[in-house]
């Protein structure tokens, strides 16, 4: 069993940065894929990034591509989601998932947690 708790968002003006974190309790965290995902009012939760078990492979969504920086350390439990040149579209509230059940781009995770808000403003 895994437990994932967010932390890191806040308000930031457009062209600001943030970095997420994604803690887990579990010894398990560090065999497990992981991906951030965010959902705004209204919208379904989208994909945002995915990393592998090792930290080996990275995948984006195209909307985040060049901004968004996902990474791992498997020693401490935890994911991050480096966020830079953020825009007005970038508010959601952001969730981060570990063990994909098949794509790491889909919503059929495992474990969740709670979610971070993130708001930007113009």
């Known amino acids: 069993q895994v437990q994932l708790v967010e932390s890191g968002g806040g308000l930031v003006q457009a062209g600001g940065s943030l970095r997420l974190s994604c803690v887990a309790s579990?010894?398990?965290?560090?065999?497990?894929?992981v991906g951030w995902f965010r959902q705004a009012p209204g919208k379904e939760r989208e994909f945002v990034a995915a990393i592998s078990w090792n930290g080996g492979s990275k995948y984006y969504a195209d909307s985040v591509k060049g901004r968004f920086t996902i990474a791992r350390d498997n020693a401490k439990n935890t994911a991050y989601l480096q966020m830079t040149d953020l825009k007005p579209e970038d508010t959601a509230v952001y969730y981060c998932a570990a063990d994909p059940k098949g794509s790491y781009s889909n919503t059929e995770y495992n474990y969740w947690g709670q979610g971070t808000q993130v708001t930007v403003s113009s």
């Open positions: 579990g010894r398990t965290f560090g065999l497990y894929p």
